[in-house]
């Protein structure tokens, strides 16, 4: 069964920790996503990645990086947690290039809480 | 840029009514279109497709169909039940660059 495994399913932090989120992938994907789910705007796209090393902007990457060391593993990473990254984080991967496939696989979701 | 708008949830109805959420997106090109679904407690998964204009996608009693003169690609299912009460995203690829982009959600409640 394929498989998109994130580490924390919740997480509370305080302002100003650092924050790492895993995400792994057993399907041999090249690309991985991270989103935020926020109620009433939806998913939005944080970072992603088509390859190791590789990482792209999405449209809101402020006060954010990732980490693509391996293949399977995506990592988000927050340098100083605010109250307002609260949120619900989805990790995804892809196969590259077959674009209108539209079949992401998605995690399970990590729920950070910032206080 | 892209975007997709969809109807604003909750959504309430009763088990075997008819159900349909709209979608309707803009794209400088020819999207491919989806729904996806995320039931409670989980992450989303790809509920339907269609890659092309009068193309048709189904799944699980849903259907959508991608019509290009009206920009739509509305899901409709005759009979719901219980187990589809989740949040349903509208979404489009035009597959320059593998992104997807997503509307952003109705939650649908059925009641028994």
């Known amino acids: 069964d394929v498989k998109v495994t994130q580490s924390s399913r919740y997480l509370v932090k305080r302002t100003g920790e650092k924050v790492f989120l895993e995400c792994v992938q057993d399907?041999?994907?090249?690309?991985m996503f991270w989103y935020r789910q926020d109620p009433g705007l939806g998913l939005r796209l944080i970072y992603f990645s088509y390859d190791v090393k590789m990482k792209e902007k999405g449209d809101i990457p402020e006060g954010y990086s990732v980490s693509r060391e391996k293949k399977e593993r995506f990592s988000l990473i927050l340098e100083s947690a605010s109250t307002n990254q609260t949120s619900m984080y989805l990790c995804a991967s892809s196969v590259l290039g077959q674009p209108n496939t539209g079949e992401l696989f998605f995690g399970e979701g990590s729920r950070l809480t910032v206080l | 840029g892209d975007s997709v708008t969809q109807m604003e949830g909750p959504v309430t109805l009763s088990e075997e009514a008819f159900l349909t959420i709209n979608c309707t997106y803009t794209?400088?090109?020819?999207?491919?279109l989806f729904w996806y679904v995320q039931y409670p407690g989980e992450g989303l998964q790809l509920l339907l497709k269609?890659?092309?204009?009068?193309d048709k996608g189904s799944n699980k009693g849903f259907e959508a169909t991608y019509r290009k003169e009206t920009t739509s690609f509305h899901l409709e299912k005759g009979s719901v039940q219980v187990s589809d009460s989740a949040v349903y995203f509208c979404a489009l690829s035009e597959g320059r660059d593998d992104k997807i982009i997503f509307g952003k959600g109705t939650r649908l409640h059925i009641l028994p």
């Open positions: 399907m041999d994907h090249e690309n």
């Open positions: 794209a400088t090109g020819y999207p491919s």
């Open positions: 269609a890659t092309k204009a009068d």
